[in-house]
């Protein structure tokens, strides 16, 4: 059921009928999708869905076979620099690195960014947003699992993105940590008007979305609201949902801890 996009008046990400393939197994086929300025959207798959080698396309690491990606209408083929700088990436695995400073971690990207005199004041305020601005001179490694994702988000802000991606962001996370990273995301989306790419395999992640795009085997099976989705399923839960439209089974997030 994948086709053409429907992409938002003020769109954040537009992915245009984009396939990879590695080798004859095609990752991902003719998807379409599309995130608005201010809306969180869930992209929901089991693995091997396809999500990780979305996230590598649109993060610039590989280019896709064919189709088109647009970061805040910039297009990331021919206009790469614009449309990077318009992303802000957390990745699923960790990548602070632990010796340094919170603060020099941030200082890091803010040099990567070119972002000069303003880069003092953006990171003092982002720490200040996330409750660790008294914490910027100690080493990353005594921060808990949950800090340390907190402080990759504002690093991922930084520069102000139109885009932000967050690829299975709660992974070794506990329960407590996760709900603030979910709460934290929905309210910068309200805040700041950024449009969310939330990728994920549990199904609880994706309850609050705006909307939902249900990936199976590199394909959009559904995209619509978790209400929508329901109803269409006949049933009250997301997850049954989940499970009608892909057959698998929905995981939660005490199955994956
Ligand atoms: N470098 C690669 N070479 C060959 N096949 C690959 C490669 N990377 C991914 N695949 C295959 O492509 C499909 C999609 O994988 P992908 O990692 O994008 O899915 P995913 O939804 O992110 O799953 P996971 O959560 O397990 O990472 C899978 O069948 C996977 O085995």
């Excluded at 947003?129 to 699992?145: D, F, K, M, T, V």
Aim: hydrophobic share 40%; proline share 4%; charged share 25%.
């Amino acid at each position: 059921m994948s086709g053409a996009a429907d992409t938002p008046d003020r769109a954040a990400l537009a992915v245009e009928e984009v396939s990879k393939s590695y080798g004859s197994l095609k990752a991902l086929d003719t998807l379409s999708i599309a995130v608005a300025r201010g809306e969180f959207v869930a992209l929901l798959g089991p693995n091997g869905a396809g999500k990780s080698t979305l996230f590598q396309l649109l993060t610039g690491l590989f280019v896709p076979d064919e189709g088109r990606i647009e970061v805040a209408g910039h297009d990331m083929r021919h206009e790469s620099r614009a449309a990077l700088a318009k992303l802000g990436v957390v990745f699923q695995q960790p990548t602070l690195d632990l010796d340094l400073s919170v603060a020099a971690n941030l200082r890091f990207h803010t040099r990567l960014h070119g972002m000069g005199r303003a880069a003092k004041r953006r990171i003092e305020d982002e720490l200040a947003r996330i409750g660790l601005a008294e914490r910027s001179r100690e080493a990353a490694r005594n921060l808990s699992g949950g800090n340390r994702r907190k402080v990759e988000l504002a690093r991922a802000l930084l520069h102000d993105p139109a885009l932000l991606l967050m690829d299975e962001p709660t992974v070794g996370l506990d329960p407590g940590s996760r709900e603030l990273l979910v709460d934290y995301v929905h309210q910068l989306c309200r805040d700041r008007g950024m449009g969310v790419l939330w990728a994920t395999h549990l199904v609880d992640e994706a309850e609050r979305a705006h909307r939902v795009i249900v990936l199976h085997q590199g394909q959009r099976i559904a995209v619509d609201t978790p209400a929508a989705l329901r109803e269409r399923a006949g049933t009250n839960s997301l997850g049954a949902a989940f499970m009608a439209l892909t057959g698998e089974t929905p995981q939660k997030k005490e199955e994956t801890v």
